[in-house]
Nanobody, 122 residues
Framework: QLRLVESGGGLVQPGGSLRLSCAAS?????IGWFRQAPGKGREGPLC????????YYADSVKGRFTISRDNAKNTVYLQMNSLKPEDTALYYC??????????????????WGQGTQVTVSS
């Protein structure tokens, strides 16, 4: 059973940066991040890191967010720069045990963390 635990959320001013962490125990094909803003549906995947080293970014975060891994620590990071108020959301770490392709389809992500809140406000 794969367990995911996020941390690192908080309050940051527009234009600022924040780094989220996800401690992942278990085996997975790919790991990524989704988010859910207040009153909206879940958005994602924002980014994905596959075990072959490939990465994917949604247009909404491309150039501002970076996903990375420290395999020795079993931890995945989401570095978020140039944050905007519209980035305010509950951020979820998620993993897919298997996938039909390099990058899992949204419905193939079957393990989820509890979420960590990111608020971008002055």
């Amino acid at each position: 059973q794969l367990r995911l635990v996020e941390s690192g959320g908080g309050l940051v001013q527009p234009g600022g940066s924040l780094r989220l962490s996800c401690a992942a125990s278990g085996i997975y094909h790919a790991i990524g991040w989704f988010r859910q803003a207040p009153g909206k549906g879940r958005e994602g995947p924002l980014c994905i890191s596959s075990n072959d080293g490939s990465t994917y970014y949604a247009d909404s975060v491309k150039g501002r967010f970076t996903i990375s891994r420290d395999n020795a620590k079993n931890t995945v990071y989401l570095q978020m720069n140039s944050l905007k108020p519209e980035d305010t959301a509950l951020y979820y770490c998620t993993a897919a045990a298997t996938s039909h392709g390099i990058f899992p389809l949204p419905e193939e992500f079957n393990y989820w963390g509890q979420g960590t809140q990111v608020t971008v406000s002055s």
